[in-house]
């Protein structure tokens, strides 16, 4: 079955951090750009950052950037999204997703279930 699951959310308190994953199954991410997205309760869902399919293009969202740190792992077919810094508008459910033209993430062929982050004091 190919899929992607995100894990490492969780609790945290303002100013701290987590670190993401979003491994691949079923499939290599290798050609793929991923991206990570976020939704918060009641709010649209947002593009946090992008790393293309060679690491070569990486983008974030003006809202994470000094914050957030996406990289990728090819060889253990995984991505992550490390969150310093985190404020409470930090909070979401983040998925990641993967787009199969390898840069940019647009239309992604495949989502994760999402991860929740919650920044509470």
Known sequence: QLQLVE???GL???GGSLRLSCAAYGFSLDRYAIGWIRQAP???REGVS????NSGRIDYADSVKGRFT???DNAKNTV???LDALTPEDTAVYYC???GRGYPCQD???WGQGTQVTVSS
Request: proline share 4%; aromatic share 12%; with cysteine.
């Open 97 to 99: 997703a993967a787009d």
């Open 80 to 82: 992550y999204l490390q």
């Open 108 to 110: 992604y062929d495949y």
């Open 7 to 9: 894990s490492g959310g």
């Open 50 to 53: 992008c790393i293309s399919s």
């Open 42 to 44: 009641g709010k649209e």
């Open 70 to 72: 996406i990289s990728r």
């Open 12 to 14: 945290v308190q303002p």
